[in-house]
């Protein structure tokens, strides 16, 4: 049997508006990977990357993208067994909005997506031709 469709809705709609501060532990993230088992790489806005779990409310009812941002809560210092840095406490759904807040941190602007691992991806390319001798 599925999850209540209220459990659903109900994560959803705590993504959609920003807080009005964040904690002391507190910071907005940009996602750069999944690595599995609700673990994600992101990027701190100084571009130092840490290791973060989902938080459990947002397991298999958020879908998390490639270069989105997220509100993290990093864990204190050896206070977890886990590989995890910190958790992923809210996802950012409606930019916009969470852009208009003062703690939008200024290197984040929306023409820095940097994800250099896509640079010999052959999506969108056309296959290669026998006609072309390398």
């Given at each position: 049997?599925?999850?209540?469709?209220?459990?659903?809705?109900?994560?959803?709609?705590?993504?959609?508006?920003?807080?009005?501060?964040?904690?002391?532990?507190?910071?907005?993230?940009?996602?750069?990977?999944?690595?599995?088992?609700?673990?994600?790489?992101?990027?701190?806005?100084?571009?130092?990357?840490?290791?973060?779990?989902?938080?459990?409310?947002?397991?298999?009812?958020?879908?998390i993208?490639?270069?989105?941002?997220?509100?993290?809560?990093r864990?204190?210092?050896?206070?977890?067994?886990?590989?995890?840095?910190?958790?992923?406490?809210?996802?950012?759904?409606?930019?916009?909005?969470?852009?208009?807040?003062?703690?939008?941190?200024?290197?984040?602007?929306?023409?820095?997506?940097?994800?250099?691992?896509?640079?010999?991806?052959?999506?969108?390319?056309?296959?290669?031709?026998?006609?072309?001798?390398?």
């Amino acid at each position: 049997m599925g999850k209540p469709k209220r459990n659903v809705l109900a994560a959803a709609e705590e993504t959609l508006t920003p807080p009005e501060t964040l904690g002391p532990n507190e910071s907005l993230v940009r996602v750069v990977k999944p690595l599995g088992n609700n673990l994600y790489t992101c990027e701190l806005p100084n571009k130092k990357p840490v290791v973060l779990e989902l938080a459990q409310r947002f397991r298999n009812t958020i879908w998390i993208k490639r270069g989105g941002f997220v509100l993290a809560e990093r864990y204190a210092d050896g206070s977890s067994d886990s590989r995890a840095d910190g958790e992923i406490v809210n996802v950012v759904r409606d930019e916009k909005l969470w852009r208009k807040q003062l703690y939008w941190p200024k290197e984040f602007t929306k023409n820095t997506y940097d994800l250099s691992d896509d640079e010999d991806s052959n999506v969108g390319k056309m296959p290669p031709s026998d006609d072309e001798e390398d």
